[in-house]
């Protein structure tokens, strides 16, 4: 399994954006499929966002299509995910999961990061 820990989240008001970053120890990042994932209170978690371990492919939640971008970054082992145009109901804990192959399921997840977004 892969050590993830997620950074980034924070308070904004509707309308900004944060950047969330998901940092991977091993030696293997370049072989995992990565995800984000958000729950939010009283809530299931839910799939936000997901990218293949060739960073060819993406794929997203019908809820943030056109305002998050899922990214990463090989030489730092680093996924990211820019959110744009936030809303009150972004408002969740952020998680980051990983895959060694396929996009899911995963078994490797991060402690969370709070992203609150205020109307």
């Known amino acids: 399994q892969m050590q993830l820990a997620e950074s980034g989240g924070g308070l904004v008001q509707a309308g900004g954006s944060l950047r969330l970053s998901c940092a991977a120890s091993?030696?293997?990042?370049?072989?995992?499929?990565m995800a984000w994932f958000r729950q939010a209170p009283g809530k299931a978690r839910n799939f936000v966002a997901a990218?293949?371990?060739?960073?060819?492919?993406?794929y997203y939640a019908d809820s943030v299509k056109g305002r998050f971008t899922i990214s990463r970054e090989y030489a730092s082992n680093t996924m990211y995910l820019q959110m744009n145009t936030l809303k009150p109901e972004d408002t969740a804990i952020y998680y980051c999961?990983?895959?060694?192959?396929?996009?899911?399921?995963?078994?490797?997840w991060g402690q969370g990061t709070q992203v609150t977004v205020s109307s």
């Open positions: 999961a990983a895959n060694r192959g396929g996009l899911g399921p995963y078994d490797s």
């Open positions: 091993g030696p293997t990042f370049s072989r995992y499929a």
């Open positions: 990218v293949t371990w060739s960073g060819n492919s993406t």
